[in-house]
């Protein structure tokens, strides 16, 4: 029978179906990070149970590190025995921990893939609801709760529901200037924050495939924006050669088998979706998001809608009053006073490389405060090796160490209150950059553009 890829990876994992029509399912790689492990370290001692493979859990320290100074120990306490009891549980279970100052250190998505941990056909959980980006690879990656991560602590399996499927495909050539971060922004601004609610979303189609790597990963970080259990897209040829060579990547002969059987994975011709949808790309401009939702964005030259449902009249109204925005106006023009360029959707080299490429021989605005947190320590080290550092310095912006950051600020940086931040994170949830923070999701092309000039323009008039 005809399968979708999310079936054909679930199916190979299913340990055992029970009566209730839920499937014991198989994990092969567990991440963990400080934020959501504690309480599952302390219900296994409670219960007193033994990790069951613990070589399939890895552990970074991300959230709650702050991004100057990592040398010395965390000054905010709360920060500091987060971290703490990390290392202290993962010594106590024997888990391989890339904590502070540890060369592979960084945020847990995107270290992942870079370090080849994140494999096609494999499933991957982790207490972090953007472990979707993992799915880039074909993989069937999700996050969960934290008495799920201790259930699969104690034995590698989840009890499941098969999720529903559905397929976005995004057909023909993005256009000068549009991104992975616009694609995504303008498919969740078209479904909205529900929209994909209890579906594993494949995404296909031609301005798919032709994404790089981190592009996919950037499309597949922001399922969980629309309510999806996760997002995927068939491994291919650009899959392979990001994965090859990498430290936990297949060997040899292990690799050659491996291509053979991640070659099969990819939704059969006529495969039943649930639901689908496809869209042109050619339709699609540089985004921005005007709300407090990450579904409510609109084009960069667009205007802020003036009529909504009256259902959703008090919300929307609450969240443009949030945001200082009035309906039906433009952004253009607006006066910006932080960018953050950083978070697991886009704080990988390419993005790096995408900044330094635009701010070359250009200044920030004055008034603007342009901070470049990077996804990992190999990030920051390659960055450095190409030079970028040097012309981040050189435009005004300040390259950070790595960390979660300013996505949701756990850390010591926050944006201020009133404070309008373009940022290149996932979610602009009302405080989620610090009480009263204001938060306007872009891509880091976007972002760039708008650090230099220091207000919203039509960046398609500003391109290099
Ligand atoms: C802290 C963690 C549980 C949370 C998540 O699950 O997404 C965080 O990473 C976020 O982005 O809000
Ligand atoms: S970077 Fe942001 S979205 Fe990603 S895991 Fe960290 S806090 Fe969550």
Redesign the pocket.
């Known amino acids: 029978m005809a399968r979708s890829l999310v079936d054909k990876i679930w199916d190979a994992h299913v340990v055992r179906s029970i009566a209730s029509g839920q499937d014991v399912v198989y994990i092969d790689r567990h991440l963990i ?1 400080e ?2 492990s504690p309480q599952a370290f302390d219900e296994l001692a409670a219960r007193n149970l033994p990790l069951f493979r613990p070589n399939r859990i890895l552990a970074t320290a991300d ?1 709650n590190v702050p991004t100057l100074n990592q040398h010395l120990p965390i000054v905010e306490p709360l920060s500091r025995s987060q971290v703490d009891k990390l290392t202290e549980n993962c010594q106590k279970y024997g888990i391989e921990l890339y904590g502070l100052g540890h060369q592979r250190q960084g945020i847990v998505h995107v270290i992942g893939p870079e370090l080849g941990l994140t494999l096609p056909g494999t499933t991957i959980v982790c ?4 472990t979707s980006t993992h799915g880039a690879f074909g993989a069937v990656a999700f ?1 969960i709760g934290t008495s799920q991560v201790a259930q699969v602590m104690a034995s590698q399996c989840l009890l499941l529901t098969r999720p529903k499927r559905m397929r976005i495909a995004v057909e023909g050539q993005l256009r000068p200037g549009v991104t992975a971060k616009d694609l995504i922004l303008y498919v969740i601004s078209q479904l909205g924050t529900g929209g994909a609610t209890g579906y594993f979303v494949e995404y296909a189609g031609s301005a798919v495939r032709s994404l790089s790597m981190e592009g996919r990963m950037t499309v597949c970080n922001m399922s ?1 924006e629309m309510g999806a259990r996760g997002g995927l897209i068939a491994p291919d040829a650009t899959t392979f050669a990001y994965v090859e060579g990498r430290p936990f990547a297949p060997k040899g002969a292990a690799w050659e088998q491996a291509v053979s059987y991640w070659e099969t994975l990819y939704s059969d011709d006529d495969a039943v979706f649930d639901a689908e949808y496809v869209y042109d790309a050619a339709e699609i401009t540089p985004m921005i998001t005007y709300g407090t939702n990450p579904g409510m964005g609109i084009p960069l030259t667009g205007h802020v809608p003036s009529q909504v449902p009256d259902s959703e009249a008090e919300s929307f109204d609450k969240s443009l009053k949030y945001m200082g925005f009035e309906r039906g106006e433009s952004l253009l023009g607006k006066q910006i006073d932080y960018v953050f360029i950083g ?2 959707t886009n704080s990988r080299i390419e993005d790096l490389r995408t900044v330094a490429a635009y701010v070359q021989g250009k200044h920030k605005a004055g008034h603007v405060e342009a901070i470049i947190v990077p996804g990992s320590k190999q990030v920051e080290q390659q960055a450095i090796a190409e030079g970028i550092d040097k012309i981040f310095a050189a435009a005004g912006f300040e390259l950070r160490e790595p960390g ?1 950051s300013a ?2 600020a ?1 850390n010591e940086d926050k944006i201020p209150a009133g404070a309008y931040c373009v940022a290149t994170s ?2 602009n949830f009302e405080g ?1 950059q610090g009480p009263g923070s204001r938060t306007l999701l872009a891509s880091p092309l976007v972002a760039a553009i708008t650090a230099v000039q220091g207000r919203i323009v039509d960046i398609t008039q500003y391109l290099n």
């Open positions: 990070h934020v959501t959230h207490g972090d609801s953007h996050g969980i978070s697991c979660c996505c949701l756990m996932n979610r989620r």
